[in-house]
């Protein structure tokens, strides 16, 4: 299996500089009799932890082919297959590839299974294959050799062993997610405005700072007194306006294909259940009395199964007694308990605590086992780090999902390197080659609903999918997060955008899901680049000019179809011309008034030049 410094060997192998010659000339219109094939190369093949979805643990092997020629382009007409040969497995499923052009590259998976009598996770070798070129003769082959583990063994509890875990090719599918943040914080709601916003959900933390920015502490004392603890707004976060499929509809609306509701925050209040021997401190003892996370994913898995469910989990608590001994000291700081009044100096109660020998082995891991067991997450989202016995969680939990026929995947926020990054209210200015997730808002600075935060400072549904557009270009994914009230209740703001947002993908989903980045570029200024097997698409975040020109090498050959993808013109054919390295796309004003925040195009490779 590949460790993730691997993983990053495969995409940077196929993030090959164009360097082609052609690309400053016309295409060569000889005959196909008097041209050479491709001269193609198989590179780092890998035995990954991942199986082909649906299947009966069918082990994907992934590379990278690059077309090492100057000018002749893989087409259709080259009949591309990759297959296997080994002692050790059989070969399921070949790999194909459509369309490349020169000193271009993409990744292939082709599927093996163990053959009869080999343990899985044995070490072995598998031979790989490429055969192309029939079209111009007998056709030519590329040959490549891939290492590593057959089958799917065991974890151990160790970051090198879980280095080797990969996130699951639904992870890479998926690409838009809903954040949800909803907790005791909903209640005061505060993360000032002025003269900077800070997380709402960090209300607690920032109330102990006089002199912190948002100035929490005098607002919490001008507006409930000295004597109103954190903990008393349990009274204030109610179910009075919560109704889970609401919620679902909403995120199924958006055009989300994944969710991530907060299940604890650092507050240490919890939305699930629990045995009471390791806390009582959550929604199903004080406030509501209901179990709001095991509603919600039971909820999404009866009304859309197709939704991936994901968990948000904190590993710290600000101000759990038991957390004192692995104190942090960045970051604002996780002190520990118990909590002490900033107004008095007294010590206070952390409500629902119950005594524990030790914080990590007796509250933090049994929780995370709850949510991978019982409410059967898909996506661990931990957050902080800190003290942890995530080697532990993660090898047993990706042991037994294994067993169940489940690929799940957890973040690099768990206290171990994880499988993909999240950048937090940022994003990257260009592709990043391990697996990457964007994480924001759609508040300006806040993730828990800020009531000081005015209307027109939320992200719109132009805002949500040109961010979109551009992460998922750069090998990303995006997690926008809503802040319900303190009632349950989802600002209209908040649903506008999202619904806005879902439109838009409604007629434009085929060039954002499923899809992956171009090796060549995610595109520059206005111009964003994703493809799939069998196209390849322009996405243009603006109004675009009449005549679009391109200056990239796009993978076009005479003969190709391009359509507008989406809008009111959707299906429309616009034609394309190529001089001196580049290509003109001729539009017309009802193209250019057809739609609306990023207009899509897709190039489908119909020819075979």
Not at 31 to 50: A, D, F, G, H, Q
Not at 127 to 156: H, K, L, M, P, R
Not at 181 to 192: I, Q, T
Request: aromatic fraction near 14%.
């Amino acid at each position: 299996m590949a460790t993730r410094k691997m993983r990053c060997m495969i995409w940077l192998l196929g993030a090959a500089v164009f360097t082609n010659a052609a690309a400053n000339s016309e295409f060569d219109v000889q005959e196909r009799s008097n041209r050479y094939p491709p001269t193609l190369e198989i590179e780092n093949p890998v035995l990954t932890s991942k199986w082909i979805e649906g299947s009966d643990f069918v082990q994907v092997i992934e590379m990278v082919i690059t077309n090492n020629n100057d000018q002749n382009y893989l087409t259709s007409a080259d009949t591309l297959v990759v297959s296997a040969d080994s002692d050790f497995v059989d070969l399921v499923s070949s790999g194909s590839l459509t369309r490349l052009a020169p000193h271009q590259s993409a990744v292939v998976q082709i599927g093996v299974k163990n053959k009869e009598g080999i343990t899985a996770g044995t070490p072995c070798t598998v031979n790989i294959t490429a055969t192309y070129g029939q079209a111009y003769g007998s056709g030519v082959t590329a040959a490549a050799t891939s290492t590593g583990n057959c089958g799917f063994g065991d974890y151990e509890a160790s970051t090198s062993s879980l280095s080797n875990h990969w996130n699951p090719d639904w992870f890479n599918d998926v690409k838009f997610g809903i954040f949800i943040h909803w907790g005791l914080y909903a209640a005061p709601a505060y993360g000032s405005v002025s003269p900077n916003e800070d997380y709402a959900e960090w209300y607690w933390m920032r109330q102990h700072d006089p002199n912190y920015k948002t100035k929490t502490y005098q607002y919490h004392l001008e507006t409930y007194g000295e004597n109103f603890n954190y903990d008393d707004f349990m009274s204030n976060f109610t179910d009075v306006a919560w109704d889970p499929k609401e919620w679902m509809d909403l995120i199924a609306a958006s055009g989300a294909h994944y969710f991530v509701p907060v299940t604890k925050h650092h507050d240490g209040f919890a939305l699930f259940d629990f045995p009471t021997n390791i806390s009582m401190r959550s929604s199903i003892h004080y406030g509501p009395q209901r179990d709001f996370i095991g509603e919600l994913l039971a909820t999404a898995k009866q009304y859309y199964p197709e939704i991936r469910r994901g968990t948000y989990f904190s590993l710290p608590e600000w101000y759990n007694p038991a957390y004192a001994e692995y104190a942090i000291t960045w970051g604002g700081g996780f002190p520990g308990g118990p909590p002490v009044n900033p107004y008095t100096n007294k010590t206070i109660p952390y409500t629902g605590y119950v005594p524990v020998n030790d914080f990590v082995t007796d509250i933090q891991l049994p929780q995370m086992q709850q949510l991978a067991y019982q409410y059967e997450t898909e996506l661990m989202w931990c957050d902080i780090g800190g003290a942890n016995n995530s080697t532990i969680f993660a090898s047993e939990w990706l042991n037994w999902a294994r067993d169940q026929g489940r690929q799940v995947t957890f973040n690099n926020r768990c206290g171990i390197p994880g499988d993909f990054d999240t950048p937090e209210y940022t994003t990257n200015s260009g592709t990043v080659s391990f697996k990457w997730e964007s994480n924001r808002g759609m508040d300006p600075f806040s993730f828990g609903f800020n009531y000081q935060t005015p209307l027109d400072a939320y992200l719109t549904g132009e805002d949500i999918i040109q961010s979109l557009v551009d992460i998922v270009s750069k090998n990303g994914n995006f997690l926008l997060d809503i802040g319900p009230m303190h009632n349950g209740s989802i600002p209209e703001i908040m649903q506008r955008g999202l619904r806005d947002a879902g439109s838009w993908l409604e007629t434009h989903g085929d060039g954002i899901y499923n899809t992956r980045t171009w090796s060549v570029t995610p595109g520059t200024g206005s111009i964003r680049y994703t493809k799939t097997a069998d196209a390849f698409y322009i996405h243009y975040m603006d109004v675009p000019p009449l005549t679009l020109s391109i200056s990239d090498p796009i993978p076009w050959l005479p003969g190709d179809t391009v359509t507008v993808l989406g809008g009111s013109q959707n299906g429309t054919v616009v034609p394309v011309t190529h001089s001196n390295g580049q290509y003109n796309l001729t539009l017309t004003d009802e193209i250019l008034n057809g739609d609306q925040y990023v207009w899509s195009f897709k190039l489908a490779y119909t020819s075979d030049w």
